[in-house]
């Protein structure tokens, strides 16, 4: 074999090397035959770079095969990636992509996440893309609403504190110094008043004794007395006293009603006003008695008839009495 010959082979397979090894660095395998490719769209692909792993459920799959513009007008500026899989695993169309960090320190890979309704995916079909936000855009995103709120905190924080330079002018600050010396003063005459109340509670600490002792014989009297009256016989007194109020309101009842002598006396007027004749008449009868006893009572030794009733007489008599 001749040295022209020899060059030539080894030139063929440096050049054969030299795209084997640049497919493998764009993520294509040239000796996978039976690789499926699918497309998803994305308008933000966050850093996705062609040579990015495919993962299904964490397991490299494949990779990111390219990364294009799409050309259709109603979706300019939109991108289309291009993945290859190295399996036969199925999944539906209805399956996500999602872009996300591989890392803290950057780099971005594609999660396939898969679903099993619907139709089966084959090679060409397009899938779902979704874009998963990085630890910082997140804290950002975050962020976003509370550094706006405390933009406008500062911004009342400093208008107040320009009101407050306002109001506080040269006098305002003397007539507040002036109060915070009277607070201070007020604050002196407390403590000299906590300190002589002090010393009162000390000299009258032997009274203060005294009167708790009485106070706790008084306590002790009133338990006792509220031991008697529950070892008495509450009960049996309440139920004779409610018998008895029940007579007496019997009693009221029959009265009301004209049953028995008072009820009758309190309902029947003919003879309230017998009663009342009777003793208008009783009360003549004792004044006759008194004024003319020798009508009534007669007494003689020599037989003499008593005198006759003789109204002129018996005038007199009053008059005279």
């Not at 009342?156 to 330079?165: E, R, T, Y």
């Not at 009960?235 to 009301?256: H, P, Q, R």
């Not at 003319?292 to 018996?314: A, C, I, M, Q």
């Amino acid at each position: 074999m001749s040295k022209e010959l020899k060059t030539g082979i080894v030139a063929v397979v440096i050049i054969a090397l030299f795209i084997w090894g640049y497919n493998f660095l764009k993520g294509q395998n040239l000796f996978s035959a039976n690789a499926r490719h699918f497309f998803v769209e994305y308008n933000n692909i966050n850093g996705l770079n062609e040579a990015s792993s495919v993962t299904i459920n964490g397991l490299k799959v494949g990779n990111v095969e390219q990364i294009f513009f799409n050309e259709s007008p109603e979706k300019r500026g939109s991108l289309v990636v291009k993945i290859s899989l190295n399996t036969d695993f199925k999944f539906s169309k209805n399956s996500i992509a999602k872009i996300y960090s591989a890392s803290l320190m950057g780099g971005q890979n594609l999660a396939i996440i898969p679903k099993y309704d619907g139709e089966v995916a084959i090679s060409g079909d397009y899938l779902k893309g979704e874009v998963e936000s990085d630890i910082f855009s997140s804290v950002g995103e975050k962020l976003n609403p509370i550094q706006a709120k405390l933009e406008n905190v500062l911004v009342g924080a400093d208008s107040l504190l320009i009101g407050v330079n306002q109001v506080l002018n040269e006098e305002s600050r003397k007539s507040l110094n002036r109060s915070v010396l009277g607070l201070e003063k007020v604050m002196s005459d407390v403590r000299k008043t906590l300190a002589s109340v002090n010393d009162l509670i000390k000299d009258s600490k032997t009274n203060l004794n005294a009167t708790l002792t009485n106070t706790k014989k008084i306590t002790d009297n009133f338990t006792k007395v509220s031991d008697d009256l529950a070892k008495a016989n509450l009960g049996e007194s309440v139920k004779k006293l409610e018998a008895t109020l029940t007579n007496v309101n019997d009693m009221l009842a029959k009265m009301k009603s004209g049953k028995g002598t008072l009820g009758k006396l309190m309902t029947d007027e003919k003879m309230y006003t017998n009663l009342t004749n009777a003793s208008k008449e009783l009360e003549e009868l004792l004044r006759e008695m008194k004024l003319n006893p020798k009508r009534f009572v007669h007494f003689s030794l020599f037989g003499k008839k008593p005198k006759p009733y003789n109204e002129d007489n018996n005038t007199n008599n009053e008059n005279t009495k």
